[in-house]
């Protein structure tokens, strides 16, 4: 039972940690945009 919620916790963690990275890297792809406009 434990280890199951471990499973998730660190399932869901991971899931927020790639959206911010995909967040983060469209930002910069923006202000690249941005730039070259």
């Given at each position: 039972?434990?280890?199951?919620?471990m499973?998730?916790?660190?399932?869901?963690?991971?899931?927020?940690?790639?959206?911010?990275?995909?967040?983060?890297?469209?930002?910069?792809?923006?202000?690249?945009?941005?730039?070259?406009?």
């Amino acid at each position: 039972d434990k280890v199951y919620m471990m499973r998730s916790e660190w399932k869901r963690d991971m899931l927020f940690e790639g959206r911010q990275e995909v967040n983060s890297l469209m930002r910069l792809e923006k202000k690249d945009v941005n730039m070259k406009l």
